[in-house]
C-alpha cells in the first residue's frame, strides 16, 4: 500500500493520515469517493486489548457507513484483501 512506482496494477488511495475527528483515528488511508478506511495494523495490534479496541472502532466507523479494511503485518495477506475487493482496489496487471 505504500505510494511507489509500482504498484501492481492497484489504484492508489486518495489520501493518507486523514483525520476522522468524529471518531478520533486516523486511517493509514482512505478511498474517498468508496468511503473506505485502510488501517496496516502493525504488531501492537496483535495484542488482545488493541484487538478489542479496533473491533469497537471498526463497528462504529461501519454504522456510520465507512467500510474498514484491515491489512495485518504479514504482507503475504495482502493480495487476498486486494483480490476481495476489487470495487475499491481494482484489478491487478497480469
Known amino acids: ?7 501492481e496494477g492497484y489504484r492508489l488511495p486518495d489520501d493518507a493520515q486523514v483525520l476522522i475527528e468524529a ?3 486516523r486511517p493509514d488511508y ?3 469517493e468508496q468511503q ?3 488501517y496496516i495494523d502493525g504488531p501492537h495490534h496483535e495484542k488482545e486489548n488493541q484487538r478489542k479496541l479496533d473491533d469497537v472502532l471498526t463497528k462504529e466507523l461501519e454504522d ?3 467500510l474498514v479494511i484491515r491489512f495485518p503485518k504479514e504482507q503475504s495477506a495482502w493480495k487476498a484483501i486486494f483480490i476481495k475487493y476489487p470495487e475499491i482496489f481494482g484489478a491487478a496487471k497480469e
Do not use: D, E, P, R
Open 30 to 32: 482512505v478511498y474517498k
Open 1 to 7: 500500500m505504500v505510494k511507489s512506482s509500482k504498484t
Open 36 to 38: 473506505v478506511a485502510i
Open 23 to 25: 471518531f478520533n483515528t
Open 64 to 66: 456510520a457507513g465507512l
